[in-house]
């Protein structure tokens, strides 16, 4: 689907030092061709840095690129406890989506009018995307193209990154079924949510055919993938809370299906007894994970990185030729 806030910039600070001379230094035959290559000390290189980032109202392409590798990496390597009890956390942060979605069906959906209620309920789906990426927690949809750069860089395998998405996916997973159970036996009592609510939710991810759902899930892994890369961009909370909120409230509002998101939801209707069922499930889940992972992989990572790899202004700063040198794992 999908990554992070004001966060992803302090360690990315750290991270250009280890990550940025690999992906910034020319091969030795480009260097041989310039005499200021050659003098550039590593504290000029890091104060022209420093230059470009105050002078500059956005940061360059080749920036968000090593910030975003270094992001993916540092993931990649991380610890398994640690990746697990995160992409755990996302999936019970997320699930707020949810609950606040019922809530605002159960409230304003004998009030207003249709395409009132779908705004509101946009917006409510919006704040456990806030809660996540902020919180600086692991979803899938978000590394469906994050951690596929360090791949396409030649930094990490295929056999890490398919151990980072299995992981995440599987945490996730478990984190939005134990919220989904949680909502539907808290909320209903509360008198907060009508139980009806989570079955009229679950019956739009799962109201389709495979096509839909693989269609609108390339869609919102596209999404997604686009947001993590202008998170990245973005210079500080309020703007990258800004960027949060704006796309994922286009996604809920589009109604594209999220693998994980889409997962709480309809979980909820089958744990509320509404008519969905585990079959229900498995049809939304196969297409909707595929969809995401087309979209992240393919419309953004690759695009992404191909464009700032082959732009002729970037040619000499990106390079993906020179001999790959070690690196210091990275953990949060």
Sequence with gaps: MVNHANERAKPHAHHDAQVEEPLTQADDGAADDSDDSRSATPKQDQSEDADI???????????ILEQEIAEGL????????????????????VGFSLLLMAVALSRFGDVLAEPFVDLIMANMYAIGFIFV?????????????LAILPVLNGRATVRGLMRL???????????VAIF???????????GVVKIEAFGT?????TAHGWWVILLSGVLAGWMMGLLSWLVTAGRDTISQVVLIWLVTAAIGF???????????????????????????????LLWATLGNAIGGVFFVALIKYSHVLYSSAQQQEVSLTGELRKRHSYNR
């Design 74 to 93: 540092g993931e990649i390597e991380r610890p398994l406890p640690g990746l697990m009890l995160s992409g755990v956390s996302a999936g019970l942060d």
């Design 53 to 63: 980032d105050k002078a500059e109202p956005r940061k360059p392409a080749r920036r």
């Design 180 to 190: 989904a159970l949680l909502v539907t036996t808290v909320a209903p009592a509360l």
């Design 201 to 205: 939710i679950a019956e739009h991810m």
């Design 254 to 284: 589009s109604g594209l299906h999220h693998s994980i998101v889409g997962s709480a939801e309809v979980l909820a209707g089958i744990f509320a007894g509404q008519g969905t069922t585990w079959l229900d499930f498995g049809h939304f």
């Design 165 to 175: 998405w299995t992981v995440i996916y599987g945490a996730n997973l478990l984190g």
């Design 133 to 145: 990426i902020v919180g600086r927690s692991e979803l899938f949809t978000e590394h469906t193209t």
